[in-house]
């Protein structure tokens, strides 16, 4: 079964720190990775898209890693801003031409100032 | 562009109401589909659409019926509400290839008693 695990489930650090959310995924064969942020009381926004040839890709003060071996992404949150509190949800799809993707559980980041 | 509409935004039901919860989307887009976000749990997908007159379900599908008689409005219909169908509820809507982002509306807020 696909699946698409997130670490961690939660996490709190300070104004101006950098983090890191970890995705890791089963689906296969596979097709692409999103990020999406999800703010407090709306839906999910894409932040970016990984490919199986993208290693790296940035977003401004994001920045999303892919290992396609090992299946695993991340998401660097550069000098973190209030703006940033909000849950990260990681979603993968399969190739082969099925409009299902697979979604993880989101990490919520909280930043305080 | 408006984008994903979702109406409306809250909702109290008794146990056993009916209701419909609207989607309208105004991006021609040929994917629309429902999910349920409960905390813990992330979004699970209730039922999805790959065009006009085509419904298939997802992974929660009973208790809910869908219908998609144009591109634009994929309502999502509550036969005999039950306090495990409190919930939000979100609405996505995406272009026909798996490289193409979902877009979500803002979410109804479903609260039975």
């Known amino acids: 079964k696909n699946q698409v695990e997130q670490s961690p489930q939660s996490l709190i650090i300070l104004e101006g720190k950098n983090c890191t959310l970890q995705?890791?995924?089963?689906?296969?064969?596979?097709?692409?990775l999103r990020w999406y942020k999800q703010d407090t009381g709306r839906g999910p926004v894409s932040l970016t898209i990984?490919?199986?040839?993208?290693n790296t890709k940035s977003n401004g003060r994001y920045t999303a890693t892919l290992d396609a071996d090992t299946k695993q992404s991340s998401l660097h949150i550069t000098a973190s801003q209030l703006s940033d509190s909000a849950s990260y949800i990681c979603?993968?799809?399969?190739?082969?031409?099925?409009?299902?993707?697979?979604f993880g559980r989101g990490t919520s980041l909280i930043v305080h100032p | 562009n408006a984008g994903v509409t979702q109406t409306p935004k809250f909702q109290v039901l008794k146990t056993g109401q009916s209701m419909t919860l609207q989607c309208a989307q105004d991006?021609?887009?040929?994917?629309m589909s429902w999910y349920r976000q409960d905390p813990g749990m992330g979004l699970r997908l209730i039922h999805y659409?790959?065009?006009?007159?085509?419904?298939d379900q997802g992974e929660v599908p009973n208790g809910y019926n869908v219908s998609r008689s144009t591109t634009e409005d994929f309502p999502l219909r509550l036969l005999s509400a039950a306090p495990s169908q409190t919930s939000v509820y979100f609405c996505?809507?995406?272009?026909?290839?798996?490289?193409?982002?979902?877009?979500f509306g803002n979410g109804t807020r479903l609260t039975v008693t």
């Open positions: 996505a809507s995406s272009a026909g290839t798996t490289g193409s982002p979902l877009h």
């Open positions: 995705c890791n995924y089963t689906v296969s064969p596979f097709s692409n």
């Open positions: 991006m021609n887009h040929e994917y």
């Open positions: 979603v993968v799809r399969a190739a082969g031409g099925s409009y299902i993707p697979t």
């Open positions: 990984m490919t199986f040839s993208e």
């Open positions: 659409s790959v065009g006009a007159g085509i419904t």
